[in-house]
C-alpha cells in the first residue's frame, strides 16, 4: 500500500509543476497480543525516519 501511495505521489509530480508533493508514511503491524501503543510508536519512528532521510537527501540534491 505504501508502495502505491509513493508511486502516485511520484507520478503526481511529474505532471504538476511547482514545488513537488512530498510526505512520509511510518508503517507496522503487530501480532496477536501486542500493545497497539507500541505499533503506533514504531510506525511514528518510522515516519520520522523516512523524513529525515528525505531531507537529506534534499540536502545531497542541492549541492550537486
Not at 512520509?24 to 503506533?40: K, P
Amino acid at each position: 500500500m505504501v508502495e502505491q501511495i509513493e508511486k502516485v505521489v511520484e507520478l503526481n509530480n511529474q505532471f504538476y509543476p511547482g514545488t513537488a508533493l512530498s510526505l512520509s508514511i511510518g508503517h507496522a503491524t503487530c501480532l496477536q497480543g501486542e500493545r497497539l501503543s507500541d505499533l503506533v510508536k514504531v510506525a511514528d519512528s518510522r515516519m520520522y525516519e523516512a523524513k529525515r532521510a528525505h531531507y537529506e537527501d534534499q540536502g545531497d540534491r542541492r549541492r550537486d
